[in-house]
């Protein structure tokens, strides 16, 4: 939008804007703001200070809806917005111009707003020749530039026209999501035109096109920055595993020990590391086992039961994470190639990241105590780190099984009156949903979160500073425990 549209703008605006008030400031999207009109309930004056729309508009206060964003805002517009409406509302109109090229003027009596659309955008609240606060992420368009002379249109205006990379109706959010996809000018050559008939309605459709090409292009920049680097953390996880199964031992062939040393017990020397024992399957073969001296042969025998038992524990829960991964990244690929070929801004999903945390808040595993008493209870190491830092509170009971991977548990305790029935089926939970659930016994740890404090090695890894120890049988809470 250049110099010479800008005064046109101007020239519509006036008669509709001096000697109106201004009123209800609002933040409607990153580095922009409308305010009310006195007298005109059928427009809001919108204020843009961001590096595709910079500019002010007279927009319809049910076009707004289209591109008003509901993100997080920064806190410098914030704060520039208590200002606003305090120093701003109520106040007339009294001048607004243009000054040098693109720094647009709108005074008040004693307040002025200078909107800077040239380089790095900027609106700043002046009061009494001192700026008080800036909305954008430019440096403060005040004191205002030195003037220059303005040419006055003596011939007729032009008629207005958006150029468009294909007609209107036709557009896509991706079409409009290049710097250069949407120009406002002079009614030319264009293959896709789209006329009006003032350059105030001209000039919102421009709003709009610039917002929603914007808005498709940061959350499509967002969703594949996302998508890639949980592949990558996936990848890495996948090869991981996979390396860790291989790595296994054999279980049957430490059965096969065990099994040796009870069929030999007498050819076992007391107090010996090692000892050699006929293969009870290969009498020509003898096997080495190592041994501890301290333990008699049944014991030694059990012992090595035993670690076959972990190694096919483990092999299990192994093949189970690598399942769930592959699974996980085919879904992130996915999710990729849809972002890659987006043509709307609906067709693109939440980041992956967000969708933990809205998980954390929505999809978290809920269940009552018998008592009536709210127990959490988190899916994989984001969901934990979230439920545990974000949702609970400080206060709130924290309950993990002891030196095992496995869920965060939180009892809700808004009141103080958990007592030692809740505390153990919430520990049961814990105990269920961790990879000690086939123990028959598992120690957890209670404490109160605010005991709990995130540790170095990724999400979900935490520091406990001060907790008792419960130990529980795990238990399904199906059927046993309400769901909510």
């Known amino acids: 939008m250049d110099a010479a549209i800008l005064e046109l703008l101007i020239a519509e605006y006036r008669p509709r804007l001096l000697g109106r008030a201004l009123g209800k400031a609002r933040l409607v999207a990153s580095h922009a703001v409308s305010l009310e009109i006195g007298g005109d309930r059928s427009r809001r004056l919108w204020l843009d200070a961001s590096r595709r729309a910079a ?38 109109l009294t001048a607004l111009s243009r000054v040098a090229d693109r720094t647009l003027v709108l005074e008040a009596g004693s307040v002025i707003l200078a909107l800077r659309c040239l380089g790095t955008p900027a609106l700043t609240l002046v009061l009494e020749g001192a700026a008080l606060a800036t909305i954008g992420e430019g440096a403060a368009a005040w004191p205002l530039p030195v003037a220059r002379a303005v040419a006055e249109h003596t011939s007729p205006p032009p008629r207005p026209a958006l150029s468009l990379p294909r007609p209107w109706a036709e557009c896509r959010d991706r079409d409009l999501a290049a710097a250069d996809a949407v120009s406002l000018g002079a009614a030319g050559g264009a293959a896709a035109v789209l006329r009006a008939d003032t350059w105030s309605e001209a000039a919102v459709v421009y709003l709009i096109a610039r917002r929603r090409g914007a808005s498709f292009d940061t959350q499509r920049r967002a969703t594949l920055a996302e998508a890639r680097r949980e592949i990558r953390r996936l990848a890495r996880l996948e090869a991981n595993l996979a390396k860790d199964a291989a790595e296994l031992p054999e279980a049957s062939s430490l059965r096969r020990d065990a099994e040796a040393l009870l069929a030999s017990p007498h050819k076992v020397p007391v107090g010996v590391s090692q000892a050699t024992v006929p293969d009870p399957y290969d009498e020509t073969r003898g096997l080495t086992i190592p041994l501890d001296p301290r333990l008699s042969v049944t014991a030694n025998a059990e012992r090595v039961f035993g670690k076959a038992r972990r190694i096919d524990r483990a092999r299990v829960q192994v093949a189970a994470r690598l399942l769930e991964t592959r699974r996980d990244l085919a879904a992130a690929r996915g999710a990729e190639g849809r972002a890659e070929a987006a043509e709307m801004l609906h067709d693109l999903e939440v980041p992956l990241a967000t969708q933990t945390d809205l998980r954390g808040a929505s999809e978290t595993r809920h269940y009552l105590t018998t008592r009536g008493l709210s127990i959490l209870v988190g899916r994989g190491a984001r969901e934990n780190h979230h439920l545990t830092f974000t949702v609970a509170r400080p206060e709130d009971l924290w309950l993990h099984a002891r030196d095992v991977p496995g869920a965060h548990v939180i009892v809700r305790d808004n009141e103080g009156r958990a ?47 001060h907790s008792d120890t419960i130990r529980v049988t795990p238990r399904d809470p199906e059927g046993r425990l309400r769901r909510r």
């Open 55 to 92: 500019g002010a508009f007279l927009v319809d206060p049910r076009e707004t809806s289209v591109i008003e964003e509901r993100g997080e805002v920064p806190g410098r517009d914030r704060h520039a917005l208590l200002l606003l409406r305090k120093h701003a509302e109520g106040r007339r």
């Open 419 to 465: 007592a030692a029935e809740d505390m153990r089926e919430a520990a049961e939970l814990a105990a269920f949903f961790s990879d000690a659930r086939q123990e028959a016994r598992v120690d957890v740890h209670v404490t109160h979160r605010k005991h709990v404090r995130p540790a170095k090695g990724g999400p979900g890894r935490v520091h406990v500073f």
